[in-house]
């Protein structure tokens, strides 16, 4: 009884040939036909959102294909691509890593005002001088904690501190989350002289411990809601997203100030579609594209003139005088001094 | 000449208890949380909680009903069999030629052969993706099994070698003896009785490419993602049941694989590797 | 007239394809890796690139990048262990198992771990690990503890993750070996009078070293460069090298830094790989690395 290989080997490689030769050449087939625009997308509700309606509805306006990357991470993808080609056209991100990649020089510092005329209605944060490209959603970085266990008031920053959470208590990995960097500074606002102050900062961190370390909001809002994290630090959007689901959970603008998390866009230099990737933007920052959103997922729009229904415009920061009180770290001092930073925090919380 | 003394039969009861009781231990302790994942998958609340709350099939539902995990589960499935195919008939032709091509430095060959289990996957992974970029091909699919199939190669290479180094090579002389020219002495002898060892080392390979995260990372283009890194996004928004039912669809998957090379292979002969 | 000790046959021309796939799609991609390691950026996309030894500098000025080199090979360490004491038993039980269903059910307890997915699986050790999770509520709910048990999150779920991922492949690794061992060897000692522990210990065990080692040096390998596991088990106050490159990776931006660490974990591990062979070699006698 003879046996042969399963495929003779010349069949696989002449099969195999003329697969890759029409994934390569589907491509150029497709770009035929309409431009593409290639963005970067959270998951969970914001993605449901944008995929259902709104990018649909971008592409039948524009008569174009929408590619969103949701596989983390974005900035080295777009680090590792040349610059003429990159592989995103508008990048989507926390306005830390926007200052980390303006610094590598793969996103632009502005967003042309005048291909973008919505940007006009945007309240000052959204371009200030500690914002690259325009700020399209923010949240408000504070506590979430547990309301059925008894905990007493939490007003403050330094409650995070009490002992009584010892085992409870909820924080980010520093070197890869902005919420986690955030705090840092804040810390060093505490209890030293201000957001620069690294060394009173630092010594609050050791104070921190024993504290349960997450890498992103998504999962920290899970370990609330499951009880395994009592208090601890979130953007209000991680918690008022359950509104209605009668979550024994709440958030808490502590009293010395919210940090600034905030979803920003920019362009790529190297973007074949600038005109398409400007439209984008602006479509973003629409009234109705943003009510959509901001009520889908709880985030405060940067558009002053967005009318939310009632009930969030009661949580959210849709004043001017409400949007005055956001903190807003400077990211081009704190990426300068990422590296150290790290590696003292990394040696603080280890194990 | 004295005999020792023989175990008195407590003791030797005693000792296959042990080993019995043991073994079982590891079993559960390997199906410990699968067995776990199940109950998750059937849970009806979003998070982790013990004990369950009740049985439903909602996360199934949303599993099925995701155009996203159906095509990643696809994605995944088409992307391990291509890999299988190509690490199946790259490590075997390599072993082959280690094991009887009389290569000098076969040795070091066959290190760098296994090296690519070495390296953090993700190094791997970056790396290529910076040579997509260099021969400016974008993220194709090939680069994605390509990836896979680089990391698989080094599987099938060992068991194959295993099998090839352990074989009798009388059996080969004997056909040549008979008047057998060497190439089909090779594809009448030396292939079926090395079949065990490929067939082992292509199911490590479709498993390896299945569940392959870190390489992945990298290679997957927008639209076209495996399933392990949709499940570990979608872990970071929702820590719902709905892994579990995709953790559960994929263990069904396996023991319909697993059943099924025991009726055409034989799993038996894996034994004699 | 023995054809395999003749030289270099036609059968040698086999390694070709896969030699074209490597050189293409490994030396280049790695080779351009370590290039990125002593550059100041990177070549394929920026201009103006430097020479530069500051990322292997920074490796070995700071203690702390030590500590975590030491912590990836400790863990390797633990995880090798466990997966051996555990997965012995389990394979000899399985190659001297009768009956095809008996063994057909082992492969699939063994198989079906692999095939559920390392995110799914790690996914499922928080469940059964956590402190709202199944063990620490059945253990406070038996009111045998007050305060759950630090099961996770640290070293030990680290190690248990990893044991549990890779027992599989150890068994599967030995089960071949042992299987190939004559129990007539063991039965011939029991007749002389040995003890079926003693049988075992002086026949058995010594023949099945070569698989032993082989499958150490797999589960050590796969151990050192995981990375899901440490991550989802270790709640990131344990940093294992993986961890650290991505990190580099991903956060920081440091293509240079993580290539660096890269080729320092790619060394040791095959530094490791060669010690291997060569006791290997001195145990089992010239037989080749499986």
Not at chain 1, 137 to 155: E, H, N, P
Not at chain 1, 248 to 263: D, I, K, M, R, Y
Not at chain 2, 146 to 152: M, R
Not at chain 3, 215 to 224: N, Y
Request: net charge positive; glycine share 8%.
């Amino acid at each position: 009884m003879t046996t042969h290989l399963p495929l003779n080997r010349r069949q696989f490689l002449a099969t195999s040939a003329a697969a890759g030769i029409g994934v390569l050449a589907a491509p150029h087939i497709a770009r035929a036909d309409a431009a593409t625009l290639r963005i970067t997308g959270w998951g969970g509700k914001w993605g449901q959102t944008m995929s259902s309606e709104l990018i649909p509805a971008f592409e039948k306006e524009f008569k174009c294909k929408v590619e969103t990357d949701s596989a983390f991470p974005y900035l080295p993808k777009l680090q590792a691509s040349p610059r003429s080609a990159p592989v995103y056209d508008v990048l989507h991100t926390n306005s830390n890593e926007q200052w980390a990649a303006l610094e590598m020089g793969i996103v632009e510092a502005k967003i042309d005002a005048k291909q973008v005329p919505n940007i006009a209605d945007v309240y000052p944060y959204a371009v200030s001088d500690k914002m690259v490209g325009v700020c399209i959603f923010t949240s408000a970085i504070g506590l979430g904690m547990r309301t059925d266990k008894g905990y007493g008031k939490v007003s403050s920053w330094k409650d995070l501190w009490d002992r009584a959470y010892d085992g409870v208590r909820g924080g980010y990995v520093i070197p890869v989350n902005s919420l986690g960097q955030a705090f840092l500074m804040m810390s060093g606002a505490l209890f030293g002289n201000g957001l620069t102050d690294l060394d009173a900062a630092y010594a609050a961190m050791e104070k921190l411990k024993p504290i349960k370390l997450v890498d992103f909001t998504g999962t920290m809002e899970k370990m609330i809601l499951s009880g395994e994290v009592g208090l601890a630090v979130i953007h209000d959007s991680g918690i008022l997203r359950y509104d209605g689901q009668n979550q024994p959970t709440t958030f808490v603008a502590p009293s010395e100030g919210v940090l600034s998390l905030e979803q920003v866009l920019t362009l790529t230099p190297g973007t074949k579609v600038r005109e398409l990737a400007n439209a984008y933007v602006n479509y973003m920052l629409r009234p109705n594209v943003q009510k959509t959103l901001a009520e889908s997922v709880w985030y405060s729009p940067a558009n002053s003139k967005v009318k939310l229904d009632d009930k969030y415009n009661e949580k959210l920061l849709t004043t001017p005088e409400k949007v005055a009180k956001l903190i807003q770290p400077d990211w081009k001092w704190y990426n300068a001094r990422k590296d150290e930073i790290d590696s003292r925090v990394n040696r603080i919380f280890r194990a | 000449m004295t005999t020792a003394p023989s175990t008195p039969r407590l003791t030797l009861r005693l000792g296959r208890f042990c080993y019995l009781a043991l073994n079982v231990a590891v079993v559960v302790f390997l199906l410990a949380p699968i067995a776990i994942v199940f109950v998750f998958a059937l849970n009806p609340t979003p998070y982790i909680q013990f004990p369950p709350v009740g049985v439903s099939l909602r996360w199934f539902e949303k599993f099925f009903a995701s155009r996203d995990f159906m095509n990643a589960l696809w994605l995944s499935l088409e992307v391990a069999a291509m890999t299988t195919i190509a690490a199946t008939l790259f490590g075997a032709s390599a072993a082959l030629a280690l094991a009887r091509g009389g290569l000098p430095g076969s040795r070091v060959i066959t290190a760098i052969m296994l090296s690519p289990l070495m390296l953090p996957a993700i190094l791997t992974g970056l790396a290529l993706f910076q040579t997509y970029v260099l021969l400016d091909v974008g993220r194709p699919l090939w680069g994605l099994v390509l990836g896979h199939t680089l990391v698989s190669i080094p599987y099938v290479v060992r068991t194959t070698l295993a099998v090839l180094q352990n074989f009798d090579t009388r059996l080969e002389e004997v056909a040549r003896n008979l008047g057998a020219g060497p190439l089909r002495t090779y594809f009448e002898v030396t292939l079926p009785l090395t079949k065990p060892g490929v067939m082992a080392g292509a199911v490590f390979a479709f498993i390896v490419s299945f569940d392959q995260f870190p390489v992945s990372l990298f290679l997957v283009s927008p639209g076209r993602e495996t399933l392990p890194i949709t499940l570990f996004n979608y872990l970071k928004f929702d820590l719902d049941g709905t892994i579990g039912a995709a953790s559960v669809v994929s263990i069904l998957l396996a023991v319909l694989v697993v059943f099924g090379l025991d009726r055409t292979v034989g799993l038996r002969s894996y034994a004699k590797l | 007239m023995n054809a395999a000790r003749a030289g270099i046959t036609p059968i040698a021309w086999l390694i070709a394809p896969s030699a074209l796939l490597f050189a293409l799609f490994f030396f280049l991609p790695m080779g351009l890796m370590a290039m990125i390691s002593l550059l100041t950026g990177n070549p394929v996309v920026q201009p103006n690139v430097e020479f530069t030894t500051r990322y292997y500098r920074r490796i070995l000025d700071d203690i702390y990048y030590f500590e975590v080199i030491w912590t990836t090979l400790r863990i390797g360490l633990l995880t090798t262990l466990a997966a051996l004491l555990i997965g012995y038993p389990l394979a000899h039980w399985m190659a001297r198992i009768r009956g095809r269903t008996a063994y057909a059910m082992l492969m699939m307890a063994v198989l079906t771990p692999m095939l559920t997915g390392i995110v799914v699986r790690t996914f499922a050790w928080m469940a059964l690990l956590s402190d709202k999770g199944a063990i620490n509520q059945a253990l406070i709910g038996l009111g045998l503890i007050s305060k759950p048990l630090p099961l996770m999150y640290n070293e030990f779920s680290i190690v248990l993750g990893l044991t549990h991922i890779y027992v599989p492949y150890m068994v599967l690794t030995l089960v071949g070996v042992i299987g190939r061992i004559d129990e007539r060897l063991e039965h011939a000692a029991q007749n002389l009078g040995a003890s079926p522990l003693r049988a075992f210990l002086e026949v058995t065990l010594p023949l099945s070293l070569p698989g032993i080692l082989a499958g150490s040096l797999l589960v050590f390998a796969l151990a050192i460069s995981a990375y899901v596991t440490p991550i989802l088990m270790g709640g990131f106050q344990i940093m294992t090298l993986p961890m650290l490159i991505y990190q580099q990776i991903s956060s920081s931006f440091n293509v240079g830094f993580a290539a660096a660490l890269g080729m320092v974990l790619l060394t040791i591990s095959l530094v490791l790989v060669i010690a291997y062979n060569r006791v290997l070699g001195l145990v089992s006698g010239q037989r080749d690395l499986q």
